[in-house]
């Protein structure tokens, strides 16, 4: 028979307090466990705050992404998308202190390392440190391969911009092998080309850059650099001439920032909607917005916008009111008087039957213009549109000084120089209007018919001479 | 066109975040070598204050500042000073002619001088057109500008309407150049927006601002071809000198761009001058000569227009010289603080890249949004070094800025002062310039020339609403110098356009005859050259604007030159 204790048998008395100790201490290693993990979850950096004025959808969308990183702070996740809602209404300071937890938790994310190199690109905070930034986003994992091309380009240019030019070139060649075509990296490899002294392969490269609307004004700038480097004079002024009819490089896109994008919440204003719609062409929409917002008599600026619109939509009437109440609430307000001397001008050209209203109509857009001047000396269109009204009254030597004048103010505008020769040559002044045509074929194109019809008047023939702006 | 899409894209977006995210300026680091400049303006007796008009209502020309002009006005070869005010043409504000007394200090002398008079003042140009001798004085203000003949002893008349010269836009910088070479100077005038005062702008936080120019449409700049003395006929009276407007039909006339900076030089290699306009958010304008009366626009395709990464900034002020001692001139041009200031260097001659990044310039101490600015030899170690005034467009958090009137201290940054080290890389050497560079203005115009005689270039600053300064050059152990007058004797005047080059132990050094560049400002015309611990000079050669070059024999070091076309040796 044994005498030792067995599991059934009751712990002797020294035995109790040990294992009362065990269970302490692992009791204590749950609970520190615990602890460590909450602390781990709700502890280190705090996110930063809501910054103070914001209005209540932006408040509330940064309270909401804040609660999530206040609710893990092990979540790089939610320190990232915190960013974001920080980054997309203008708040790069409490962003990037975002961003860089979010990289410090999670490293193989390449948003975030991403994300922070702008940041110190943006008002070229530290062209130095986004170097280092944007070659850990390139060593991160990808999610997909439109984001590694985005980082790549972004890194290339960086480095170009840095003059690092071997660094560029060879990140512009690797993205060519992936997408050979990318006006993007033609674009970026044929600058580094060229700033290397290599004009001739430069060309090569960025002739894939001149049909895509994000490139080309770029890329035929910079072929008319390589082409005059190498010795190629005509080239480089065609170029030259292409890229100043060329409008500016639309901004490819980057996945990352439409990230930022996607969590602005804060609802654009009454201008920054009318203007979205204008740059997409639906003019007539704006209507029913600026009408809303010319309701407030404080916001002349809506009224005249209103007035310009229906006046472009050929609705004179409407907008011979709304402008009229803009003048009326602001007398100083120079685009207000000058819109309607010329919307009463063209309402005077429309009325054929009431040779009395027209008449009426050409006297006051003629006297609001001139109000307009009187505002604004150098207005040139207030001094045309003055003349061609004074003309509407059938004064023509009267109107000559008023186009003279828009000439004089606005010199590169071929409407003026037309009026003004038309004028002259009407009234007999052709010794003037001779004196004056070379100067109106610097700026009028050649063909123009109404030139042409001119230089027959003037005894010149319809041929234009060579200095003639084609 | 740019090639940071997304930054871009960031910058757009975040336009509502620059009050927010505004940083607190950078404390100034502790000096670590011997000051460059002291401020002497008390001392010289300089009293001027500039009056940018009442504030509270943004209006935009009070932000684009006034510069000044410093030029001999009464012909005893010492320098003198025009300060001008930004105000309307009834206000008491008058602008000041200060002449220079023979122990330094200034007098004003503007009471019957024919300066004095108020006005919406932006620029100066002097040049003598002329040709009797005597520098002539262009105003650009805006809407329009005015032509005072120097008539001796520090008197001027105006002589706007004889000449002929209009140009009823916003003129900014003008500058005199003798573009056709027939002896007469001509005049180039920069012309900004075509503003109009009715169209209230934001800024950043939601507030009232200032206007930018993206604002409103950029306008034409404008030519003036000097005719000279044009006789009276069919009942007009006779002028001592007329202009024509030749604008369109040379060219110039016929792109628009919100214009600032101007710089003119034969920057091509033809012998012919060439006019840079430093456009404010748009590209650069080169006009480059076609020598027939007419220029093309030849930025873009000699690397001007934009910078490395295909972007226009916003450009203010222009500094041009040679800054690495290559025998070519460089341009300098300051942009907005959250932009870079570009250094454009030119090679092969006529061609300019983008060279900012490698020259050191990014890495200042600080940065600001930058107008005036200057390139010379400050220490005479024989190394061009930069100078550049500073101050905001738009409201920050505003940097101490005692005397200041609170309504412009959102506006103030410090200046800086940037050294060649040698082959046209730079350091910042502001910290160790605390009165030039340790105090905040609304710095805008910035103007050179050796005031006091001892050899050095000394500085003028103008800040909006604050006091005009002059800075003396007090660089201890600066190296030898030389300064050079050059005057064609046919036409009574300095040579506009002659490009000098010196030559000594071995080294060569350019330097271009203008008194125009910077921001809004006239500097003197004399060239000016650092020559290290070279003693003597082993040559100098002019070529002259007509394209004659003339070698002219070695001297002394630490002397100031004048040199006479058709008394050196032709080359």
Redesign the interface.
Known sequence: MSTGPTESQPASPTARPRRRRLLLLALAAVAVGVAGGWWLRTGGPAPPAV?EGVGADVGAAISAARGEVVADRTSAAAWGRLGLVF???????RAADCYREAHRLDPTDDRWAYMLG?YN????RD?AAAVGQLEAALACRHRTTAREG?IRL?LA?LY????RLGDAERLFREHLERDPLDP?CR??LG?TLL?AGRPAEAVESLKGATASP??A??AT??L??A???IGDQDG??R??QQ??RLP??L????P??AD??AA?VDRQDGYEQVAALEQAGRLRETVPLLTRMAEDPADV?AAVTLGQTLSLLGELDAAERYLRAACAR?P?????ALLLGTVLFDLARKETADGDRRTRLYRESADTCRRAVE?????AMAHFCRGKATQGLGDLPAAIPHFR?AV?????VPQFHLGLLQALADSGLTEEAAARL??AE??IPADHPELILVRKRLGGGGKPDS?S?S | ???????????A?????AA??S?APPPAPAATSPAWFEDVTDRVGINFVVDPGPVGSYRMPQIVGTGCAVFDCDGDSRLDLYLMHNVAPDSASRNRLYRQRPDGTFEDASAGSGLDFAGPCMGAAVGDVDNDGRPDLLVTLV?GVRLFLNLGGGKFADASAEAGI?N???ATSAAFLDYNRDGRLDLFVVNYV?Y?????CLGAGGEKDFCSPKSFPG??SRLFRNRGPVPAAGGRPAARVGFEDV???S?V????GPGLGVYCADLTGDGWPDVFVANDGAPNRLWVNQRDG?F???A????V??T???QAFAGMGVAAGDLDNDGLVDMYVTHL????NTLWKQG?R??F?D?T??SGL?ATDW?GTGFGTAVADFDHDGWSDLALVNGRVVKANPEPAPGLPGFWAPYAQRNQLLANTGGGRFKDVSAANPAFSGRSNVGRGLACGDLDGDGAVDLVVTATAGPARVYRNVCPDRGHWLQVRVVDPRWNRDAYGAEVTVTAAGQRRLRVVTAAGSYLCSSSPVVHFGLGPAAAVDAVEVTWPDGLAEQFPGCPADRALTLRRGEGARR
């Open positions: 910054p980054t997309a209404h203008g708040f790069d300071d702008l690109l943006h008002d070229g062209p985005a972004r240019e170009l911009a840095e003059r993007r674009l970026g600058v700033h994000l490139t004004r770029q700038t910079t008319a650099a082409a005059r480097l480089a002024a170029y030259e890229a100043a500016e490089d901004a490819p896109p980057d990352f920032a930022a994008a602005r600026r602001d100083a307000h120079v685009r207000a505002l604004k000396p150098d207005l004048r004089e103010c606005r010199p590169e070379p100067a610097r700026v200095q702006k | 066109m740019k090639l940071v899409p997304a930054l871009t894209w960031l910058i977006l975040g336009s509502t975040s927010g995210c940083s809407g209009r009823p836009g916003w075509d109009d005062p009715s169209v209230p306008t034409v604008s369109v039909l060219g006339g016929t792109l628009p007419t093309k626009d030849e873009a395709s000699r690397g227009a934009y490395i990464m295909g603080s959250n932009e870079t092969p006529g061609m890249s060279r990044a490698e990014p940065r």
